[in-house]
């Protein structure tokens, strides 16, 4: 067989293999809109009905009167954009300062920074609670916040070896054109880390929109609740009703703001990571 042939075949057989992986993932997205869509006693009728018939679009206005779904997004978002926007921006300048710059104990310091990766979340978090009870800050959207500000260690390691696979010489430049070491991060290094900052971005942004657990813990009051404890707390209530309409209403609405982003970086998300900021 020629080998012309037989790469093409092996592309088909990769490229059909990769559409049922997709269309696999695909699919409870798909059964989720659809859902939202119908009747509650069309939800159960076999076989499925992937098209509603009839289209209940009044799910869609429902869910906005019978919970308090607007203040859930607003928490979320205040939660998510401010640990986004700090946290990305003291994750992003240390990881320069461990990739590019030379100070004592570099290494030594770096690597108990990774020791953090193997403490798992729900190990620290009676000693946490303990810490913001006595400041007084239960009950309130700063338990969510404040750990993000300080960085994501997943997002600094990824950087950092990016980072060092940039050029030197781009430092080099940086100095020679009078720049110091926060303009040379700023005006050089991140333009070029503009693929790595937003893979990592879109994967920080789902973790901190998606967030349970800790909302669960910190919030008491309705009022501040994030969106994925106001879905909890309908599922509690109309599952039992056979209301998965509603429910899954209030999904889509949830992961909305996710695909946004993803559609507004995929650019860079698909884009091929650069391995030196110098080309040619």
Known sequence: MNS??????????????????????????????????????????????????PVIWRNYIDIWTIAPLLSGIKNSAIVTFATLFIGTFSTSISAFAF????????????????????????????????????????????????????????????LRQYMIGLSSELMDSGKIDGCNYFEIYARIFMPNCKPALAANIIMWFMGLWNEFFGSLIYLNSPKKHTIQLVISTLNSY????????????????????????????????TESFALTGIKG
Request: no cysteine; glycine share 4%.
């Open 4 to 53: 012309k042939i037989k790469k093409t075949i092996i592309d088909i057989v990769v490229f059909i293999l990769l559409s049922l992986g997709a269309v696999t993932m695909l699919f409870p997205f798909l059964w989720m809109v659809s859902t939202s869509l119908k009747h509650p006693n069309n939800v159960h009728m076999f076989p499925p009905q992937w098209i509603p018939n």
């Open 99 to 158: 990739a590019k710059m030379r100070f004592p104990h570099k290494q030594k310091l770096f690597q108990l920074i990774l020791i953090m990766i193997m403490i798992p979340p729900v190990s620290i978090i009676i000693p946490q609670f303990i810490g913001f009870s006595r400041l007084g800050l239960t009950n309130s959207l700063w338990p969510l916040i404040l750990p993000g500000l300080f960085g994501n260690v997943s997002m600094l390691f990824f």
């Open 238 to 269: 109309y599952a039992s009703q056979t209301n998965f309409p509603i429910i899954m209403a209030s999904s889509v609405v949830a992961i909305m703001p996710v695909l946004i982003v993803f559609i507004a970086f995929q650019k860079y998300f």
